[in-house]
Each structure stands twice: as C-alpha cells, then as structure tokens.
C-alpha cells in the first residue's frame, strides 16, 4: 500500500542519516541512472529544503554544476523569499560543457527564482600564473568576496572516473586519479574511499574548506551508480543535507 511505501521511506532515510552521518537525509522513489524523470523528483525535493533553509534575508546561494543541480534549476519557481537571493556559482571553469556549467545554471536558478545573479568568469584549466594574476583582477575579487560569503551552498557529487571523463582531464591527471584510487568528485576536487583529497582542479572560488562557515550545505546526488562515491564524500565532508534516490540509497546501505 501506500502507506507502507512512505513508511519504508522514511525508515531509509534515518538509516542512511545514520549510516552516513549527516543531519538530514531525502530519498525519492527510483534509480536517477534508469529513469530521467527521477532527477526531475531529486530537483523538486532539493527545491523544497533550499526553501526550509533560507535565512530571513541576505541569502547568497553558491551552486555547482552538473545535471543533479541543474534539474533543481529546472524545478525553481518563483517565491516572495527568493527574489532577494542572489546566486553565484561555487567555482570557476572546472571543464564542463556549457549547459553543465556552474555559471549557466546560477543564471537560469536567478531567472527562474526571479532573484539576482553573479558570474564567475575563469577559464579552465589555469596555469599557476594565470591563476595567481586572475585572482587579483578586481571584478574577480569582488564576486569571490560573495562566494565566501554564501549562506548556502548546492552542489552535485560525481563519481571520479565518469567526471574525470566528461571534463577534459590530461591523461596525466587521469593516470594520478587511477592511482590515487580517486572515488568520488565534487567541487572540482577528487577523494578516495576515505574521503580524503587525492586531486583537486587549479580554478578560483570556493574552496572546501569555506563550507566550514556555510550556514545551509545541501548535496544534490542520486543513482546507483554514484553510491561508492557518495558514501565516500560524506565519510569526511561538511554536508548536512542529502537528497538522493532509491537506486543509490538501497546501494548504500547493501540493499541489492
Ligand atoms: C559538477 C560538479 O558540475 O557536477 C561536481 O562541479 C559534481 O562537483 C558533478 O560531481 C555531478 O554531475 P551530475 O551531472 O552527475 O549531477
């Protein structure tokens, strides 16, 4: 019956709290990786915390790239508390395609949202150079000043090898992440079964560290295929708010 499956939910959920050990945990029913409209539901729950979470005013919302953050994009509406939010992309260029990119998804979140917006202009792959003088351009510190000082921060989590993939990663950095046993992706840096950090992209923005001081963390990723790496991120990271799916929660805690 019904009953039973929002009953079985909800127990899921408080195991993987557990099991993982974070705050808050949201499972929506399917596996993200056999059905697309599963992401759609990741998305409409992601939108339903981000609301809970908000603060009464001065919401600066970092967000991430990747379909995950893009389908909560997608599922934004308008809303009396975030027209004053301001979104701004976590990182600069991590290698993604344009529909994946932080940028383009803080923008279509602010249209949406009917809020504001900030872009983050960086080129990927930045040499040390290019880095150290970008970081001192005035337009770039001024929108990491608003990075740094966001409320809340939405990001998606990849499994290393598929993101190293899809981004075009040297085969030098490719060989480093295979021998590192590198396991999940997120922000741009790669971590191992521990959760330890075995790589990290050279871009300007947020830095993992800054979660420390980031009031509202939620992390937007779901299938089975991303459950190694989820479990592997959250053996060490900040996050206190997971939305994910059936196919990656049942994987976790050894279900099928
Ligand atoms: C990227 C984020 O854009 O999306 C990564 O920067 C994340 O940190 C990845 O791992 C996840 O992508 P997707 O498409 O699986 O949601």
């Not at 929108?143 to 075009?168: F, N, P």
Request: hydrophobic share 40%; proline share 3%.
């Amino acid at each position: 019956t019904v009953m039973k499956e929002v009953f079985d939910t909800q127990s899921m959920e408080e195991e993987l709290q557990v099991h993982l050990g974070i705050e808050e945990v949201h499972i929506v029913p399917g596996d993200s990786d056999v059905h697309g409209w599963v992401k759609k539901e990741l998305g409409r729950t992601a939108v339903g915390v981000v609301k809970q979470r908000l603060q009464p005013s001065g919401n600066i919302i970092a967000v991430t790239g990747g379909t995950s953050i893009a389908a909560v994009a997608e599922m934004l509406v308008p809303d009396s508390d975030l027209k004053e939010a301001l979104f701004v992309p976590a990182r600069g260029g991590l290698g993604e395609q344009v529909e994946n990119q932080a940028n383009t998804i803080c923008a279509t979140m602010a249209r949406k949202a009917m809020g504001s917006y900030r872009l983050l202009h960086v080129p990927d792959q930045l040499s040390r150079e290019a880095y150290d003088s970008l970081i001192n351009e005035p337009s770039v510190q001024s929108i990491l000043k608003l990075i740094h000082s966001a409320t809340m921060v939405i990001h998606g989590i990849g499994d290393a090898q598929t993101m190293a993939e899809r981004r075009s990663t040297s085969p030098e950095v490719l060989e480093k992440l295979r021998r590192k046993k590198a396991i999940a992706e997120a922000f741009g840096y790669y971590f191992n079964a521990e959760g330890e950090i075995v790589h990290k992209v050279l871009t300007i923005g947020l830095q993992l560290e800054d979660l420390e001081h980031t009031d509202a963390i939620l992390a937007v990723a779901g299938g089975a295929s991303k459950a190694e790496a989820v479990e592997a991120y959250m053996k060490k990271a900040p996050a206190q708010v997971l939305v994910t799916d059936e196919g990656a929660a049942k994987r976790m805690l050894r279900r099928n």
